[in-house]
């Protein structure tokens, strides 16, 4: 991983927030390791993808995850707390590009894991998600004939999305919840591109809003109070208030 600052990172957060959301996490592995091009990272399977944003996250903010939720059945609040390696799996993951290849009765289907490269393509679409995922994913055939992924029996699909789950576990992350005031159970899903967006940018606004308070005090610029770090910001501010 390249070596982080407050400068580039700022830099990142103000370039994504006119991006979307699928393009805000290929920018942040670009910056976090940049010997992989945006293309590459955007070509990259969506659970490696997420990852290695994990992995960022803990770099960035510690290892613990925290969150509050409501019950769905009772309304309570509920307090969501744990780290990346609770999330770690035994499933090898693959890479983006590696083929699979499964059979369905007399369908052979072989597919490569979606991308955020796929997805970016699925929202700027006007096609139906699905059939957009498996035209771009799957070479199916029956027998010596090649099938269109769209006139694939829906066993076959369900089969398909099973073993792409597999293959791919950290594409959709899910956790379980209990509530204990009324023994609700149910699952959620965590989407660390948005959690994580979310922190960085709660983060890019404490930052310049110390800026604002520094530049003020001492008439300093912003690019000497960013590249402070962030202890020595805080001392200085405390002075500047008491």
Known sequence: MSALNAS??????????????????????HLAWPQRSA??????????????????????????????MQCPKCGSELELTFTARD??????????????????GEYEVEYRLPTTADLLEIANGSGPALATL???????????????SAELPDAVIEKLSHSMAEADPYAEI????????????????????SYL????????IRLLRDVHALACAYGWSERDIVAMSARR???YLEMANG
């Open 39 to 68: 293309a590459e990272w955007a070509n990259v399977s969506v659970g490696e993808r997420d990852r290695q944003l994990l992995r960022l996250r803990e770099q960035l903010f510690g290892p613990r995850v925290e969150a509050t």
């Open 233 to 235: 910001r805080r001392l």
């Open 197 to 204: 967006w979310g922190e960085i940018e709660d983060w890019a």
């Open 174 to 193: 899910q956790i379980a919840m209990d509530c204990a005031g009324c023994a609700h159970r149910w699952s959620i899903v965590f989407d660390v591109v």
């Open 134 to 148: 498996l035209q771009r994913c799957v070479v199916a055939r029956q027998g010596d004939a090649t099938v269109e």
């Open 8 to 29: 580039s990172l700022l830099a990142t957060w103000e370039q994504g927030t006119t991006q979307h959301p699928l393009e805000r996490a290929v920018t942040l592995l």
């Open 87 to 104: 999330l770690e799996s035994t499933v090898v993951q693959r890479s983006g590009d590696e083929r699979v290849k499964l059979v369905s």
